[in-house]
């Protein structure tokens, strides 16, 4: 019989656990201790437990980590960890080092339902959902956890399609009684779905980053077809609806896409819609995937771009592309695991 994982609860789910066992409630703060402070591999090592009380919890649960089955690394010190999930599927956790921080790109999901036409892991298709202990032993389970200092959710699958998953990954990460990080330290990227990012703002105080592709709606649904019936700006009503605390962030991700959403029309566009806004655009490099059409314009034409922002008064940043030389592109590593096992 498969054991059911304690990393990963929150505390009231661990507050049941305990009541199924016969604990009182407190033992359970012990337990989240144990587990994200302490970060123990084994049930034995909850010393505070007495042995009865350890041997009962062992009967039924495992602390469940699991640790990476390759890891690839890039000239630039980026590496790309695989992990397997969900009985035989893959996920991708990327590790992008800088020179003051560490920033760790978890997945969400293996596979994709938006489809998104530029996006490998699109391609997979849905797999399913990961659990928020699939969620955080990307984190636990690398040799590097101890450097992290901060967290995007911007790896396999769209997190807001995983709400209650993600929100108790989120709720781990940040609570005092979990890891006790700030929730400015995680931003959560999303395809930008108004209910889901209405829910997510109730509550999460992480970053939110927002795919955005195009400041016009058809030209946005033809590279994210989900967004045929969404209009962008009926999102930004939704989030200027809300009062942001200073120090949470509204991000917008912009992939660069050669003679597609690169023009002074996009510029004005962009000025048009976010001109009032308190937000920043984040403008990315298309990471190329083969087979598709999609070129990324060089670094010069993406800083032109973003100046052109800048002066007219958007915050705009060009990220810099990591990982070109191990698959940068998000779904490129495990697509090939899973095409490698089908062959063999
Ligand atoms: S870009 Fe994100 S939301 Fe779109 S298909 Fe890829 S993983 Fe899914």
Redesign the pocket.
């Known amino acids: 019989m498969q054991k059911e994982k304690l990393y990963g609860k929150t505390l009231n789910e661990l507050i049941d656990v305990t009541r199924k066992i016969g604990l009182p409630g407190y033992s359970a703060r012990q337990i989240a201790d144990w587990l994200y402070k302490k970060e123990i591999t084994s049930i034995n090592e909850m010393t505070n437990l007495s042995k009865k009380i350890r041997d009962s919890l062992k009967s039924t649960y495992e602390i469940g980590l699991s640790a990476p089955v390759t890891v690839a690394v890039s000239n630039d010190g980026t590496k790309k960890y695989l992990f397997k999930v969900l009985n035989n599927k893959y996920i991708e956790t990327a590790l992008i080092p800088e020179a003051k921080r560490a920033t760790l790109c978890v997945s969400s999901?293996a596979?994709?339902?938006?489809?998104?036409v530029?996006?490998?892991?699109?391609?997979q298709g849905f797999q399913g959902n990961l659990t928020a202990n699939e969620i955080l032993n990307q984190l636990r389970s690398i040799p590097e956890a101890g450097i992290i200092t901060n967290i995007v959710y911007?790896?396999?699958?769209?997190p807001l399609?995983n709400m209650t998953e993600v929100l108790n990954s989120l709720e781990i990460l940040t609570a005092e009684w979990g890891y006790g990080w700030s929730p400015s330290r995680i931003t959560v990227?999303?395809?930008g779905l108004s209910e889901p990012i209405r829910e997510f703002l109730e509550k999460s105080r992480c970053h939110l980053a927002i795919?955005l592709h195009s400041p016009f709606n058809e030209e946005r649904s033809e590279l994210?077809p989900?967004h045929k019936n969404n209009k962008i700006e009926d999102l930004l009503n939704i989030i200027n609806s809300f009062e942001l605390s200073k120090q949470q962030r509204i991000s917008f991700e912009y992939i660069l896409f050669s003679g597609i959403n690169d023009s002074l029309r996009h510029i004005k566009g962009l000025s048009r819609l976010l001109g009032s806004m308190r937000c920043r655009i984040n403008i990315i490099l298309f990471h190329h995937v083969p087979g598709s059409p999609f070129r990324s314009p060089g670094p010069a034409e993406a800083e032109s771009f973003r100046d052109a922002l800048n002066a007219r008064g958007i915050t705009a940043t060009v990220r810099r592309s990591r990982g070109e030389d191990i698959g940068a592109a998000?779904?490129l590593l495990s697509t090939l695991e899973q095409n490698k096992e089908k062959n063999e």
Do not use: A, N, V
Not at 111 to 116: E, L, Q, R, T, V
Not at 118 to 123: K, Q
Not at 154 to 158: A, F, K
């Open positions: 999901q596979g994709c339902k938006m489809g998104c530029f996006c490998m892991t699109g391609r911007m790896g396999m699958g769209e399609d990227s999303t395809i795919s994210m989900i998000c779904g």
